[in-house]
């Protein structure tokens, strides 16, 4: 079963670094599109970070220069390094990935369940 599981969330105080990670599983070949979304109590869900074969190709305006996603094609994981956290940074947030499975099937914008991130002032 294909699964796309988030860690790496927690209580920060703001200023601090935390750095989330997803990862694939269930016949995974390689992960191209990847994306963290985020959703805060009340709030729509919005795109945070995305990239396509482990290139960055945009940042929400929000998190430029403190967010960076990447990631590790060995280990089917993709990763969202967030520094300088403000507590506007508090969500929940979603990994959301394009993945080749060993069938040769695509599943394109396959969920994962996501982790809390809260930082307090």
Do not use: H
């Not at 396509?52 to 998190?63: L, R």
Request: a positive charge; aromatic letters at 10%; proline letters at 2%.
């Amino acid at each position: 079963q294909v699964q796309l599981v988030e860690s790496g969330g927690g209580l920060v105080q703001a200023g601090g670094s935390l750095r989330l990670s997803c990862v694939a599983s269930g016949g995974i070949l390689s992960i191209n599109g990847m994306r963290w979304y985020r959703q805060a109590p009340g709030k729509q869900r919005e795109l945070v970070a995305a990239a396509i074969s482990g290139i960055p190709t945009n940042y929400a305006d929000s998190v430029k220069g403190r967010f960076t996603i990447s990631r590790d094609n060995a280990k089917n994981t993709v990763y969202l390094q967030m520094n300088s956290l403000k507590p506007e940074d508090t969500a929940v947030y979603y990994c959301n990935a394009d993945l080749l499975l060993s069938t040769g099937r695509w599943l394109y914008a396959y969920w994962g369940q996501g982790t809390q991130v809260t930082v307090s002032s």
